[in-house]
């Protein structure tokens, strides 16, 4: 009887795991119960050890040579101390990862790899702010859908991305990795890269899954510096910054990581507030949360918990299901359940939440489906991929200026090419770049020379920092033997993006001197900007002939800029954040509200600055084409609405110019009376459309309720009767506009 009461146990243990634990391909039998039911079983399956173990999320370092975890993480894998690791990627090495956990641990639970393919996996597109100011959501997706794809066949299955925050403020680095200020466009984006990561559905061998990042808030620190406090009002978060969240979360975004900031005082890792409140009940959220990188560590810092133990037990109440890095869960958890002060319910349910998703993928019935070395080396870096990367580099380009029609440059010109730059690769695949090899960039210079049949020099000139100006001399020389001088200035990638705020946002180093030097010979001087954030550059505006912002742009960013430059491409961007004019108009933004004493020259009691304007050196929206479009004004199908019904708004554009071109139609809304202040304008719709010389369309936009609807003055949601204008046109500061009223 003694025996028998260990055999039967045993025996059932054996039978439950046949149900889930993965078997050599040959074996291997596909449960028919539903994912929730095979859940269960395995968790009770479980030890408290085992279960805390898939709540762990550890890095892994890379070699000069290779890829190598670190010391002690293999221990535990095997232990089942560790269920998910991030910065282990490519077939080889995430195969042997994944044998450790499948064949030498207890359950055999497959692990579950991340990374932060931000823009782009080995193939590398133009950072996400670039990308936004393509305005093309199709371009967007596709991007996010070639980085997934190349992501899982390199045995990847999770991505820390899309960074979906707001940001008002370029002093903040992370501005690179976003859409930018405007709420609506970030929904959109937000939308399309969520679509583009997952792909047809999770468990494709061609998609991953998407993280929203930062929940919440996290694009407002205080003096645009990096991992500040955040302080806002709630009609002021609900309004602006949680609606891309929102939107991510709608689109089936699979995981959620938190932010570093606080949020009403309360750390976001600990904030039951943000992350059970808001993301679970009202958003709906049913995937996990991750904490960002020992954000759950950093709350004794922040000063609201004594120590680690306590900042997981409050991290735990407030609904995070798994701890990157800091490894507090892994260290205290258990013990605060013996404490009373953690429940195996809490801890369960996160379980539950992260094993749903390894069911998802399809790892217990086959953990080794993403390592795949024949795919690896067909889809990783194809040429396709680089193709799709050159379109969506050229659609993100933003035309600042372009006096004289210096742009687009003669094939036959002799150029000075001058910058440094301008030869340069690995900064041009911008921060964030994930796996990609600057080696493998192609340059500025490297795209003229293909194009360029003209004699072509070069010299950088001047450094990006520093104040050496050795150079100046040589690029005045080469620039004097030339018909044109091309100057790519601008930021290296370590200079935007994240611990990478800047309290001064003009051009650093004497690179703006070394312009000023050119423009005195007289020659047309066309001006690269490559950077990851707007910047303060007056007097560069002043002084170039042409200006093209070219952000970081990725793999092809020499072939995308060379068929902008010589006229095979003609630009379409349009900028997703304001340029100010000076660091002092910052945070600068296109949807202020008004006061009630709104700016007026004529006055000196009004809202104004008494030494530079109040606008903008490039307002939102704005962006050239080497082409033209006229605006008919717009047009609404009646005045006078019944609330809750459509309004249609069409206008008429016109390429009034010599060359085909695409116009971002843009339209905005005003509600001129609220209970609440409301913006002088808020982006509502655009359309993207191709125009032939002399050709126009009609565009129609249709307003519903929810654009008109907004936080009132009890915090409801919803729109009031009143009046409205509708404003269409090229930018946010340049349009046509009608009134309407709604009953």
Not at 71 to 92: M, P, W
Not at 324 to 343: E, P
Not at 648 to 665: C, D, F, L, P, Q
Request: proline share 5%; hydrophobic share 40%.
């Amino acid at each position: 009887m003694r025996h028998i009461k260990f055999i039967v146990p045993a025996l059932v243990l054996l039978l439950v795991l046949s149900a889930f634990v993965w078997q050599r391909p040959k074996q291997i039998q596909y449960n028919p119960d539903p994912i929730e039911k095979r859940v269960d079983s395995l968790l009770a399956l479980m030890t408290l050890e085992e279960k805390i173990g898939q709540m762990t999320l550890y890095t892994t370092d890379w070699g000069s040579t290779g890829p190598t975890i670190r010391e002690g993480y293999t221990e535990d894998i095997r232990k089942g101390r560790c269920g998910a690791l991030f910065n282990s990627h490519t077939v080889q090495f995430t195969r042997e990862l994944q044998r450790i956990a499948v064949e030498e641990t207890r359950l055999k639970i497959p692990l579950m790899f991340g990374y932060d393919v931000i823009h782009g996996y080995k193939t590398i597109f133009p950072i996400p702010l670039g990308e936004a100011a393509s305005w093309d959501m199709e371009a967007i997706e596709k991007s996010a859908r070639i980085a997934a794809a190349e992501a899982a066949a390199a045995g990847l299955h999770w991505t820390f991305a899309p960074m979906v925050d707001v940001s008002r403020d370029p002093r903040w680095g992370r501005v690179m990795e976003g859409a930018g200020e405007d709420t609506w466009l970030g929904c959109r984006i937000a939308e399309a890269r969520v679509r583009g990561f997952q792909g047809k559905g999770i468990g494709n061998t061609d998609a991953v899954l998407a993280c929203v990042k930062h929940f919440a808030a996290y694009g407002a620190p205080i003096g645009g510096r990096e991992y500040n406090t955040v302080d806002m009002s709630e009609r002021y978060f609900r309004e602006y910054y949680l609606p891309p969240y929102a939107a991510a979360v709608k689109a089936g975004a699979a995981t959620v990581m938190t932010s570093f900031n606080d949020y009403d005082g309360v750390p976001a890792s600990g904030n039951r507030y943000l992350l059970t409140d808001i993301l679970r009940k009202e958003l709906g959220f049913r995937g996990f949360v991750v904490t960002d990188y020992t954000s759950m560590n950093e709350m004794v810092t922040h000063g609201v918990v004594v120590n680690e133990k306590e900042a997981g037990e409050l991290s735990l109440h407030a609904g995070v299901d798994m701890d990157m890095q800091g490894a507090i869960y892994q260290r205290f958890l258990g013990q605060s359940v013996k404490d009373g002060k953690a429940s195996v319910a809490e801890i369960d349910e996160s379980v539950r939440r992260i094993l749903r998703l390894k069911f998802a993928l399809g790892l217990f019935e086959n953990p080794y489906k993403f390592c795949d070395e024949a795919r690896e080396k067909r889809v990783v870096f194809s040429a396709e991929n680089r193709d799709a990367a050159r379109d969506v580099a050229r659609k993100s380009v933003v035309l600042l200026k372009n006096d004289k029609n210096a742009l687009p440059l003669a094939k036959s010109a002799n150029i000075a090419v001058i910058g440094p730059l301008a030869d340069n690769k690995a900064d041009l695949i911008g921060n964030w770049s994930g796996a990609g090899d600057g080696n493998a960039c192609v340059s500025l210079l490297e795209g003229i020379k293909k194009v360029c049949l003209g004699e072509v020099t070069f010299t950088e000139g001047c450094e990006v920092e520093g104040t050496t100006r050795g150079g100046f001399l040589r690029a005045i020389e080469n620039a004097k033997k030339a018909d044109v001088i091309v100057v790519a200035i601008g930021e290296k990638a370590m200079m935007s993006g994240e611990a990478a705020a800047r309290a001064e946002i003009g051009l650093p180093g004497v690179q703006e001197e070394m312009v000023k030097g050119l423009a005195a010979l007289g020659k047309p001087v066309v001006v690269v900007l490559m950077n990851g954030r707007p910047l303060a550059i007056p007097d560069l505006d002043k002084r170039a002939t042409a200006i093209v912002e070219a952000w970081w742009l990725g793999t092809e960013t020499g072939n995308a800029l060379a068929d902008i430059l010589f006229g095979d491409y003609n630009p379409s961007g349009k900028l997703p954040m304001t340029f100010p004019q000076s660091v002092g108009q910052v945070p600068i933004f296109y949807n202020e509200k008004n006061t009630g004493r709104p700016f007026d020259p004529n006055s000196k009691w009004t809202g104004k600055y008494i030494d530079m304007p109040n606008a903008p050196l490039y307002p939102f929206g704005y962006g050239l084409s080497y082409t033209t479009f006229e605006y008919s004004d717009p047009k609404p199908n009646k005045t006078a609405f019944k609330k809750g019904e459509p309004i249609r708004i069409s206008v008429t554009v016109r390429n009034s110019g010599k060359r085909a071109g695409e116009e971002v139609a843009q339209l905005y809304v005003r509600d001129l009376v609220g209970s609440v202040t409301r913006p002088v304008r808020e982006l509502k719709g655009f359309r993207k459309i191709m125009l032939n010389p002399g050709e126009a369309k009609t565009v129609e936009f249709i307003l519903n309720d929810e654009d008109l609807s907004f936080y009132r003055r009890d915090m409801s949601f919803g729109s009031e009767p009143g009046d409205f204008e509708i404003m269409v046109g090229g930018n946010s500061m340049d349009t046509k506009k009608v009134r309407v009223t709604v009953l």
